[in-house]
Structures are given as C-alpha cells and as structure tokens.
C-alpha cells in the first residue's frame, strides 16, 4: 500500500516517520517545501511537487494541516488527482461539517474520505500510540486500517463522516477543562511555596494524574512551552465546540471561560507556544504585591 502524508507540522511529520517505518510511506507534500525535501531526503519517499501527483501515486493520503480552510484547499488540490483506489484520511482537527464537505467535494472520483483526528499529542505522533476518532465508511476505514495502524495504537469507528469530529470536539473539551484546572492549581502550589516539581510527580501518580499534568507540568512551570500544541490551535478547536455546541441548542461553560484566556495569550505574543503557556496567566491569581 503506497501511503502520501500531505502536512509536515508538529504531527505530520512524525507520523510520516512512523508510516516510513511500516513500509508504507511513497510520497510526503507540504506547502513550505523545503520540510518535504528534508524528510523526502531523510527516508527516501518522494518529495511530491503537488498534492494532485501525491494523490495520483497513492491509495491512502494523510492529511495533517492546521485547520478548516486549509484542508479545504488541500482537498481541492488533491482532487485532479483522486482517484476510485484513494482513500483520504484526515487527521487535522476540524468543524464535523467541513469533514462532511470534504467528503462531498472528492466523492464524484470515487475517492472515499475518513475524518479520523488523533489525540495524544506530539509524543503520540513520534511514538506511533495515538488515539484515532475515525467517522466514514466501515469498508473503507477497513481498507486504510494499515495506515493508521502505523501512527496509532487504538482505531475507534465512530460512525458516518463527521462523527470522528464530533468525537475530537468532546475530547477537546475535556482538555481545555483539565488545562484549566491544571494550571491553576500549580499556580496555586507555587504560591505556597511548594516545590511544584515534586507536587507534578506525586499528583501524577494518584487520582489527579492526566496527560497534560504529566507530559507539561514540569515544563510549563519553567515556562518552556517550545514543545507541543499551539494556543493558536487550540483557540480553533476550542470555537469549532462553541459553534456545534449552539448548533446543539446548548452551552459550555467552561470552554466560554478559558477561551478568553487563550486569546489573551496569543494577543500577547505566545500563540504559538504550547497551550500550557496558559500557566503564565494563571499565576497572575496569586500577585506577589
Ligand atoms: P503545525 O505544526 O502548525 O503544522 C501545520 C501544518 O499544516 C504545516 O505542515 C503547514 O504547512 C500546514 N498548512 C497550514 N495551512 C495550510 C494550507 N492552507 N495548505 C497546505 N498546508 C497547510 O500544526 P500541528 O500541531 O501539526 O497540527 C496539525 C493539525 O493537527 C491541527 O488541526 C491540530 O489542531 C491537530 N492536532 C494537533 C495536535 C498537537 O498536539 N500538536 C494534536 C492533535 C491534533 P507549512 O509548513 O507550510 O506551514
């Protein structure tokens, strides 16, 4: 199976290294093209000139880009070249309706499209262990199922196109309230003086413990937020909840709290940090006078 992995960011990347690994990977694109001619050079796949030819030499793409016009584009880029045998597999986080257009735009070729978002973050990407939320056809998800297997560890079918979407909207959710809660409780510890090193240890190991806790505490309390899921993208994720979730007839309180906070951090200057930054905030509670 030739695999064409089209987005090269934070979890593109990674997983085309994975997929290079299984055997699968033919042929990477990205829009800055000097990221494709590195990994092109790093694991001997093609450096496709266009998504058209990528689409065109592969029966499985992954797409990895950063939100729901950029997929857009890329899906209309692909489409000269999509094909019956093509299956697109979108792992960007995206609205579930823009996932159903998508689907719309490539079905006249023939081409089946699978919106399968992903959480684990970047470490899930590198280590091939990423959760997959996928919704489309049970046929065609069978068919791309050795793609995916590659970059993750647990596939789930959620139903028709779109509902992987609305799977990864739930999930973001959760992770915007445990961002919440996370940093203001470290910046509650750190105003009592405690050692918040060891305070992310022993809470990681007991009722408290999650990925964001584990994977970031220590960093963000350095305020090394290199590494990671950009505010910017998560503020995209966190709106897309906003607009199912009227769509729904109903509300989210606690996503109409922390947004805020995030457009705070990206007005100034750390959007692209890793949404941890948002402990910089959060210490602001405790004012040292
Ligand atoms: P990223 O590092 O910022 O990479 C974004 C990628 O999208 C880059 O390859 C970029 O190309 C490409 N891109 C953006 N706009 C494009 C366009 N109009 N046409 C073609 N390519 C375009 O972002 P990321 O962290 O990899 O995230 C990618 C997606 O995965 C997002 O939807 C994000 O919400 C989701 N996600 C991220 C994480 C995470 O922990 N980072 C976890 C789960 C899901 P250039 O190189 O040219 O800029």
Redesign the pocket.
Known sequence: MKVGV????????PMARNLHRAGLLAQVW???AD?AQALAAETGCIAAPDPESLARACAVVIS????D???L??VD?LLPGAHAGLIVCD????AADTAREAAQRLAATGTAFLDT??????E??QKGT?SVMAGGEAAALDRARPALEAISARITHMGPVGSGQAT?AVNQIMCAGIGLAVTEALAFGGALGLDLDKVVDVVSAGAAGNWFVEKRGHTMIRDDNAV???TR??I??LEICLAMARAAGGRLPTVETVLPQYRRLVDEGFG?E?HSALFRLQRGLFPKD
């Open positions: 089209v987005g090269l960011g934070a979890m593109g990347a990205n829009r800055s990221k990895c880009v950063s939100a016009q950029d997929l584009a890329v880029a792992c960007s986080t995206i978002p992903v959480s684990g973050g970047v899930g990407a990423l990864k990671g899921f950009k993208l998560l995209k994720d692209d890793d």
